[in-house]
């Protein structure tokens, strides 16, 4: 499905950020920073032209493709990783930053990966994640179709321990990323941070 979405000409989220990962970079601390389900890498390259080294996973080895590219036209590098998160190794204390944008996958992989998060953080790292909640559905302005993919500040509070949160907000904004996300959107944004130790 991802590989036949992706194989489109043009960036279907568009080469620009995510704007909440955009407005809030600076809680991310410099050093190694892994995105989950990446696609075609706007975020990665974004984080990548603020000096991190940037780890980009995806299930799509054509959005991985793509998002090399785009790594390219900007002049810098970021590695990529064709994995499932079924099964992909977070690793433990290697990351200075996680970010999930939109990354909605089927409950039990949401919650192995969650699960994961704080091991695989080094002390002090933080978690940042904006995804749809299951409101998104009345507005079909992109998103899963389903709401068992779908996420709460209730999911995130249960399925993310050892972080301390602070921003964790359900809200409805505008979102124009490409051509797959665009209108208003319900979403649940979150920033957690693994205590210094």
Known sequence: MWDEKYSAAHYVYGEEPNTFLQEHVDCLPKGKVLCLAEGEGRNAVFLARQGY???????????????????????????????????????EKQWDGIVSIFCHVPQKIRKRIHGKIAA?????????????????????????????????????????????FSHLEELEREIIEGSNHTGVGAIVQAIGKIQES
């Open 120 to 164: 695989s953080l080094k002390s002090g790292g933080v978690f940042l994640l904006e995804a749809y909640t299951p409101r998104q559905l009345k507005h079909g302005t992109g998103g899963p179709p389903d709401i068992e993919s779908m996420m709460s500040k209730a999911l995130l509070l249960e399925e993310v321990s050892g972080l301390a």
């Open 53 to 91: 080294q940037v780890t980009a996973v995806d299930a799509s080895e054509v959005g991985l493709q793509k998002a090399r590219r785009l790594a390219e036209k900007y002049q810098t590098s970021i590695e990529t990783i064709h994995a499932d998160l079924a099964t992909f190794d977070l690793g």
